[in-house]
């Protein structure tokens, strides 16, 4: 088979499964150390791409630009106008991630069988166990293409001069993130207090919270209700991922639910504790075990699990954790 010169990724749709996909990339970039690699990311996130490693081309896609499949085809269209790619890999598994790559003319598509997505692929290929952690099921996907593919450990992410891209006030700072986009893995305000309090109480910390420019208001509402509001600093939507990336390698501890930041933090080197609510760890772990605490309610009938919205109420996953447990960094 000859080796591909020109490569287009179709990366993930989320900042977590981003970082997930990290060591995919790390081993696609020493499997091909010749080849031009484009990545097609979706708009909002391209500004993480660049820490992922040194591509020729970051390409922002948006649906709202892009609608529907018949959008999806024409951004492939326009994406493989020039060059004509030798290899395009899809790391989503959605129909419409595969219209994309059909419609590049790429010579190799690569992905899972999925939705009849097969006949759009010239490699398609069966997904491993369910239990296969979502970092390996990325690079599956390279090593079913290329047996000879190249694995090695994968470096903390690095952000130079962070204290300069993001300055922060001096002291000991904790990350705590009581945020998510599902119900099921949001901090309810009363445990989120009970935390933040504990922590006031207890230690020097100042604590940091962020979070998305949507969720300024819930982390507002949470910090003035704090024992010592002076000691809380919200962040929420005012920071870039690059800025997210400096604040949080600055600290020194980072708490966290399982979303986005959880895996960026981990990623960079901060010493994470991530609560699980409603995850499977085996399938969502951040991908470094360095300085990595994973809390979980013992004893729980519904546990693991993986929805949304809690089917048993109130989601005792989280309500259930006790901050005096936690063994933060001192």
């Known amino acids: 088979m000859k080796t591909p010169e020109k490569i287009l990724v179709r990366l993930p749709n989320w900042l977590g499964d981003m ?3 990290y060591p995919f990339l790390d081993s696609l970039q020493r499997t091909y150390p010749e080849a031009e690699m484009t990545i097609v990311a979706k708009k909002g996130l391209e500004t993480l791409v660049p820490y992922l490693g040194n591509f020729k081309k970051i390409i922002p896609f948006s649906k709202k630009e892009f609608p529907g499949l018949r959008g999806a085809y024409r951004f492939g269209q326009l994406v493989g106008k020039s060059p004509i790619f030798d290899l395009f890999i899809s790391l989503p598994d959605s129909f419409s991630a595969a219209v994309m790559g059909y419609a590049t003319g790429a010579r190799h598509r690569v992905g899972y069988r999925k939705e009849l997505r097969q006949w759009m692929l010239t490699h ?14 990325y690079r599956n996907l390279l090593i079913h293409y290329h047996p000879a593919t190249v694995i090695e450990k994968t470096d903390f992410l690095k952000i130079e001069h962070p204290e300069k891209v993001f300055p922060l006030p001096t002291g000991k700072k904790l990350v705590f993130n009581v945020n998510s986009n599902a119900d099921s893995r949001r901090l309810p305000v009363f445990k989120a207090l009970e ?20 969720e300024f208001d819930y982390v507002e509402h949470i910090a003035k209700l704090a024992a010592s509001p002076d000691r809380i600093l919200n962040l929420a939507g005012k920071t870039t991922i690059p800025e997210l990336m400096a604040v949080l390698r600055q600290a020194d501890q980072m708490v966290t639910t399982d979303t986005g930041i959880a895996h960026l933090g981990n990623a960079v080197g901060t010493p994470t504790l991530m609560l699980l609510g409603a995850a499977d760890e085996r399938v969502t772990a951040p991908i470094f075990s360095e300085n990595l605490q994973m809390p979980r309610v ?15 109420g109130g989601v005792p996953c989280l309500t259930g954790l006790n901050a005096k447990s936690f063994k933060l960094k001192v």
Do not use: K
């Open 298 to 312: 013992p004893g729980l009938a519904c546990a693991p699990c993986v929805r949304n919205t809690c089917r048993v």
């Open 19 to 21: 970082v997930m996909a």
């Open 124 to 137: 398609p290929t069966n997904f491993p166990p369910a239990e296969t952690h979502r970092s390996e099921v």
């Open 195 to 214: 935390f933040i309090n504990y922590w006031l109480e207890t230690t020097d910390y100042q604590l940091i919270l962020p979070g998305h420019h949507s």
